[in-house]
């Protein structure tokens, strides 16, 4: 099992504007990248509760929850960090959770079930699992556009020395960097 934290950026490194929106991505005239590496393995997704909320009006999946498995890629569960109580469409396999997420490990490794981990976002979410020594791989799809602001791609000082490059190559009009992280000091 793998914790992968895939997701896309602005080449300023902002994953959402200020308002949370994605627009700026579904701006991109391009064809999504070729991720099958990375979802094929995947069984359980985690997320945020401002990436999940965006996803839930974005694709209306409360008023629309047959749209729910095409909207993760067919990921069976979702584990969906939060402070606060969430509303989850009828039928789909959410479960909202609130702690560190060393507190919920053997829940996302049971839903995992040998398979992968999809860290979603956001990218706090992703620096808790680095934070914990847990993350595997960064998976960044970098658009042509760059935001004055916004949510930032990881907003944790991560050197050199724990991220080693696998590749770097074009998807469209997406550069698509690959890396492994490597072990370093973790918080407790």
Do not use: C
């Amino acid at each position: 099992m793998r914790f992968v934290y895939y997701t896309a950026s602005t080449l300023n490194g902002f994953l959402a504007d200020p308002d949370n929106s994605l627009a700026w991505l579904f701006a991109v005239d391009s064809p999504e990248p070729d991720v099958s590496d990375v979802l094929d393995t995947v069984t359980v997704s985690v997320m945020g509760s401002t990436t999940y909320e965006w996803v839930l009006d974005h694709e209306d999946l409360l008023a629309h929850p047959e749209k729910w498995e095409a909207s993760f890629l067919g990921v069976r569960s979702v584990v969906v960090f939060s402070s606060r109580e969430l509303p989850v469409p009828a039928g789909a396999g959410v479960r909202v959770v609130s702690g560190p997420v060393r507190d919920h490990l053997a829940e996302i490794e049971a839903a995992a079930d040998g398979g992968d981990v999809w860290v979603v976002g956001g990218g706090d979410l992703a620096g808790q699992f680095l934070d914990a020594g847990l993350l595997d791989r960064i998976v960044v799809a970098v658009a042509p556009a760059a935001l004055r602001g916004g949510a930032p791609l990881l907003p944790r000082d991560v050197m050199p020395d724990r991220l080693e490059l696998v590749s770097a190559e074009a998807a469209g009009q997406f550069a698509m960097l690959r890396y492994r992280v490597r072990p370093g000091d973790q918080l407790a």
